[in-house]
Structures are given as C-alpha cells and as structure tokens.
T-cell receptor
Framework: ETGVTQTPRHLVMGMTNKKSLKCEQH?????MYWYKQSAKKPLELMFV???????ENNSVPSRFSPECPNSSHLFLHLHTLQPEDSALYLC????????????FGPGTRLTVT | GQQLNQSPQSMFIQEGEDVSMNCTSS?????WLWYKQDPGEGPVLLIA?????ELTSNGRLTAQFGITRKDSFLNISASIPSDVGIYFC??????????????FGKGTKLSVIP
C-alpha cells in the first residue's frame, strides 16, 4: 500500500467510448503525475500537476485530457482512443516538483478495442 | 530525450544467489532511484540516492550512486522467490529542460529459481 489509489484497475473500452481514470493520494503530496507504461518501453511521462496547476504536457494527444480538482485527486479523461493507446496507466505523486521520490499507484490496465 | 541504459534486460538466478544490475547514462544525474514492480502492480520505491559515491542499504538490497554521477548499481543479496519482478532505475537530471522530471530505464526482469 503506497498511499496512492487508482480506479478502475482494469478497463476495456471501444474507440468511440468516453471514460475516465481516477487517482487519489493520501500522502499530503502537492505534485501528481500521469505515466503510460507500454511493454518493452521506459515509463513515459504524460502530465504533471503541481498544486493543482498543470506544469507539463509531454506532447500528449488531445484524446487524453487531464483534470486536477485539488492536490489529492487526479483524473484522466479518455475519448476516441486508438488501439495503440492500450497500456498500463500509472499515477504517481511526490511532495513537490523538486522532491524526486515519486510514489506510484497500482495502475489502470487499459485495453482499447 | 535522455536515455538510461539498464542492464541486464533479464536474468534467471538460483535462490540464494546474489544479484547485480546497473544503469548508465551519458548525462549527469543529481538523484538516482530504484523501483521494483510486481506483475499487475505499480512500481514501489526501494532506494533513493542523492550524493555521488553514496551507498545505501534497504534490507538485502544495496544501491550505489556512481562517482561519475552517470551510473548507479543495485545489488540484492541471498535472493528469495519474492524478489521476482521488474526492477527499474530512474534518474533526475542535473540541469536542463524538464530537469525536475524522472527518466526511467527499461527495467531488469528478475526470475528466481527455487
């Protein structure tokens, strides 16, 4: 138990569906991150939020839309995804941007059909 | 972007043996982190290193921050079956754009034969 929870753990969606991934951290951290993990590739940073403000968007397609209503919650809204978007989506948090110890949630295994 | 070369990619060892893996880069890093990921779970932080030459232990795990600041090593002593998983290194660059972000290696998959 790392103090970071993610729901759902598994998601299967069609290319025309709209769904959302949720992340919640109980660590009192101020920075939150979305990563994509695909087989045989390093973790890819997607978005960074610090005190609810987005500080980084690593050229992520607009079919992925993040939302951070407060420092404890992070969402990833998905619409019109492609099969190549199938991956494990990991949420992480850290005390702040300059605190490099990031704590990860268990991930959401996403399959796009 | 910056790359971390993590090796070996995979290893099969006998229970009780010691394990060694490493990460190298052409860039200088300020921080090195080692994570372990079990199947179906997220990475769990094992050890964090902040100073060149630093040697830090966590139970049977020992990690070192290389003197050149371009590499790091993780050793596991007397391996047991629950050591099975994928081990990732991650580094935080010394400077440059996005230097507060972590760069991850591709992982070392460890299998332990009972």
């Amino acid at each position: 138990e790392t103090g970071v929870t993610q729901t759902p753990r598994h998601l299967v969606m069609g290319m025309t569906n709209k769904k959302s991934l949720k992340c919640e951290q109980h660590l009192g951290h101020n920075a939150m991150y979305w990563y994509k993990q695909s087989a045989k590739k390093p973790l890819e940073l997607m978005f960074v939020y610090n005190f609810k403000e987005q500080t980084e968007n690593n050229s992520v397609p607009s079919r992925f839309s993040p939302e951070c209503p407060n420092s404890s919650h992070l969402f990833l809204h998905l619409h019109t995804l492609q099969p190549e978007d199938s991956a494990l989506y990991l949420c992480a948090s850290s005390l702040g941007l300059t605190s490099y110890e990031q704590y990860f949630g268990p991930g959401t295994r996403l399959t796009v059909t | 972007g910056q790359q971390l070369n993590q090796s070996p990619q995979s290893m099969f060892i006998q229970e009780g043996e010691d394990v060694s893996m490493n990460c190298t880069s052409s860039s200088i890093f300020n921080t090195w982190l080692w994570y372990k990921q079990d199947p179906g779970e997220g990475p769990v932080l094992l050890i964090a290193l902040y100073k060149a030459g630093e040697l830090t232990s966590n139970g049977r795990l020992t990690a070192q921050f290389g003197i050149t600041r371009k590499d790091s090593f993780l050793n596991i002593s007397a391996s047991i079956p629950s050591d099975v998983g994928i081990y990732f290194c991650a580094g935080q660059l010394m400077s440059g754009a996005g230097s507060y972000q972590l760069t991850f290696g591709k992982g070392t998959k460890l299998s332990v034969i009972p």
